[in-house]
C-alpha cells in the first residue's frame, strides 16, 4: 500500500460540556497541525498516489471553512463537543466527499481509505482513519 | 477507527547480553519518550476515544514504576534483555491491565486496541501493538 | 555560557483588533507550546543552571493562570491585542517575578537571564529574551 | 505485532513529466529523510525484532546507492518518474531482498512486514507498506 | 528582544567544486526547511514585530526564486558553490532588500536583525545572522 | 555571523548526587540528542563554515568516548554531578580541543564560537555555548 501525506493547520475557539472535561469546559482555543494521508493500492498513470497539489488545496478549503472561527457557534457542530478525534472525523467526511466530487482529480477514485490527524500540543494528538468511496462513474 | 495518542518519557539505566549487542552490552541507559495511542471504534457519549485526563495519568504511573531505575535490578525483568521492543509490550500489558480494571473510566471498556512506541533517539524507536482485552462486566 | 531548558504548553481563546489582522480579529484560539531556557555563566554547587524540578512547576504554574481562558476577557491584557510575541513577554516578566521571588530556589539569584518561546503552529513561533533581574538579598 | 524503525537520509536531483507536475518538471532535487519499519509478531532469541546494527547498515547501503546522483541518469528508473512515492517501493524492495539474503541476520527470515517512509519536507511525507517474503531456507 | 518566525521550504538540484565536497561534487539536490526569524525591540502599534502575513509572502516570495531549479544555472550564482550557508546569506539578503522596500509594512522599518535557517535533513542545518539595515525615509 | 549544525546522539548511565535532585539520585539514563553549532563571520574558501564531514567524525569521536557507558565509573567526572549542562561544557571543551589541533581541517581555526546543545527528552534540553580559541598557528 502507497501514502501520501501532506499538512497544514487551522486556529479555533471552543469549549466542552460535561464534567469529564474538567477546566476545558470554559471557552478556550487551540492550534490543530493536521495530516491527511491518502492511501492507493497502485500509483496512477503519472507514478504518484494523488495530485499532491489538489490535495494540499482541498485540504486547505475544508480547513479554511473552519480556521479562525468560535466552533461553539458554527451550525453544523450544534449539541456537539468538538474534541481532537470528532474534528479528525468531521474533516475526513468533508474531505472524502471533495474526493467522490472529483476535485482530487480524475485518478483520485482510485485512492483506496484516508487518515487525518489532528496534532494539539507536543503531547497529545488524535486521529479517524476509515476507507474512501470509490467516486461515481462519470 | 479513531485513535487519541498522550506523550510522557522516562529514563533508566539497563545493559544487554549477547554479542549481537556489541557496546550495549557495557551498562548504559536511555531516554525513551513514550506515544501512547488508544483505538475505539466509536466515540463515547461526551464525543471522546477516552478521558485524556485518565490516560495521561495511567501512562505517568506506569512509567513512574520504570523512571530513574536501573532495569537490571528489576525482579520484573530477569532474565530478560529490556530492548526497546520489549519494554513497548511491556509497557503495553501494564496499560491495558489498567484498563480492565476500569482506571481509565467507565467507558474505556469500548477500546479495541493500544500501540506504544518508545522513541529512544532522534534515529530509533520501537512499538507494540495489540487489541485489548474488553474489561470484564461489573 | 550555559542554558537549561524545560517545555510545557496552554490552550486559549483570543480576537485581535486592527485590520492588520485580517480573519484573526474574529474569536478564534491557540495551542502555545512554551520553551522557557534559562541562562547562568556558572553551574551552581550542584553542578546545575537551576532546580529543573522547580523551573518546571515554575513554567506549569505560570501558564496555569492562562490555560483554558478566553484572554479577550483577561483583566490583564484589557485593551491589548494577545499576539503571540506579547504573550511571550508577559510570561517572561511573570517568570522574572518568580525567579525575584526565590521560587526556583535559592541559587536561582544567579541566572543571568532568560527567553520564553511560544510555537503557534507547525510554521510559526514567537519569543522574548531578556535579562533577569538579580534577586534581592535575604 | 512489534515494530522497530530506523532512520537516514539521501539527497538527490531529478525532475518529472507529465503537465500535473507544473514546475516540479523542471531539473531540481530533494532530501529524503527515510524511516524504515520492520515488523515482527514474536521477538527473536535475544528479545529483537531484528539486529538493529544491521538494519541500520542495511538502509545506509540501500541510500548510499541513490545518495547524490541525478536520478534521471539512473538506469534503474529510465523512462519512471522517481516521485516520492515511487522511490519509497523502489527502497522497500531493495531492502526486501538484503532480508530475503540474509543481510538483516539469520533471524530476520521471521520479519512480517516493512514500511518505507520518505520525508521530503516539512509537510510532505510518502510511503509503501508490504509484507517481506520469508527467506528461504539454506 | 521580541523575534518572530515563520517556516517555508524549496526544492533544488546544485552541484559543488572542491575535493572537500567528496561525492557532493555530482550533481544532486536538497529540500531546505527556511526559517525566517525577525528580531524588534519594542512591539508597533499593533502590538506585533511584523505583520505575520507579509512576513510568509516575503519569505514565500523569496524563495520561489529559487524553487524547483538547477542552481549551478543560475546567473546570480556562477562561479559560487551554493553550500547551505552560502544560500542562508542569499536568502538573508534578498529579504533584507524586502525589508528596506517596505514590502513587509511601513512598520518593519523598526526591525533590528534576522537570521535564516536552512534546515537540509533532520541531522544538519545552517544559518545566516545579521542586523538589518533600518528603512530609509520615505 | 554564519553557522553550521551537526547533530548525533549517545546513550549513557549516571546518578546524582544532592537531594535536589530527588529520584535522580537512584542510577539511570539518558539518551543525548546532541547539536554542535560551529560559528564564523566569512565562509572560508569553499564557501563553507567548516568540513560539515570532518565536523560530522570530530563530533562522533567525542561522544564515542561517553557512549554506552556508566558516567559515575569515568575517571575524567569523579567527583562531579554529570547533569546535562555539565556534560554540554565538557563536550565543548573536547570539541574545542579537536578544533585547536587542526582536526576539523585547516581553515577551521577561523571559527569564532560553538554551541553544544544537549536533547534529554522531548521537554528538557541544556546548552553549553563559548567561543573557540584561534589554533595555534602551525
Known amino acids: 500500500m502507497y501514502s501520501v501525506n501532506v499538512r497544514d493547520h487551522f486556529m479555533i475557539a471552543h469549549s466542552f460540556r460535561g464534567a469529564v472535561f474538567g477546566p476545558a469546559q470554559r471557552l478556550h482555543g487551540a492550534t490543530y497541525v493536521v495530516d491527511l494521508e491518502l492511501r492507493r493500492r497502485e500509483l496512477d498513470a503519472d507514478g504518484v498516489v494523488v495530485d499532491i497539489g489538489l490535495a494540499t488545496e ?78 461515481a462513474p462519470a
Do not use: K, M
Open 58 to 135: 482541498a485540504l486547505r478549503g475544508v480547513l479554511a471553512e473552519l480556521n479562525f472561527r468560535n466552533l461553539d457557534e458554527e451550525p453544523a457542530f450544534a449539541g456537539r463537543n468538538t474534541t481532537t478525534e470528532f474534528l479528525a472525523r468531521a474533516i475526513h467526511q468533508r474531505l472524502a466527499a471533495q474526493v467522490a466530487a472529483g476535485r482530487l482529480g480524475p485518478h483520485a477514485g482510485g485512492l483506496d481509505s484516508a487518515r487525518v490527524t489532528l496534532h494539539e500540543s507536543h503531547v497529545a494528538w488524535a486521529a479517524y482513519d476509515a476507507p474512501l468511496q470509490p467516486a
